[in-house]
């Protein structure tokens, strides 16, 4: 498998998880979990490592979100991005390990996101719309 894609664990489906399954007919389709009983049932199959794949956390993704990429990055491997429209200033660094999430200047994070709906759901709980 791509390493841009991973394999997900039981525990990060949630309702509005993003991940891509493959259908054998017309192979990969990008999914949206819109209840988590009927996948339940897919994860248990004997071919989950090959039948669901997550999409990394990435630049399109990140400005899917909202949010544009800046030109104030700190060197060519942390990108900065700034949420515009935010009633505050906010602003996103990401490197190759770690995403900083900066409020009015104040870390409002500072760890690991593996995908867009980590993304999502983290922004959400910070109040960034």
Wanted: net charge neutral; with cysteine.
């Amino acid at each position: 498998m791509d390493t841009k894609y991973y394999t997900p664990s039981i525990e990060e489906f949630h309702v509005g998880f993003e991940f891509e399954f493959n259908h054998k007919e017309i192979g990969w389709k990008k999914e949206i979990l819109p209840f988590f009983n009927n996948y339940a049932a897919m994860w248990s199959s004997q071919r989950v490592d090959e039948d669901f794949r997550v999409k990394y956390l990435d630049r399109e993704d990140i400005e899917s979100l909202g949010w544009k990429l800046s030109g104030l990055a700190k060197n060519r491997f942390i990108k900065e991005f700034l949420k515009e429209g935010a009633p505050y200033d906010c602003s996103l660094q990401l490197s190759t390990s770690w995403i900083l999430i900066t409020i009015n200047g104040m870390t409002a994070f500072c760890g690991t996101i593996k995908n867009k709906s980590e993304l999502k759901k983290l922004m959400i709980q910070l109040g960034i719309k």
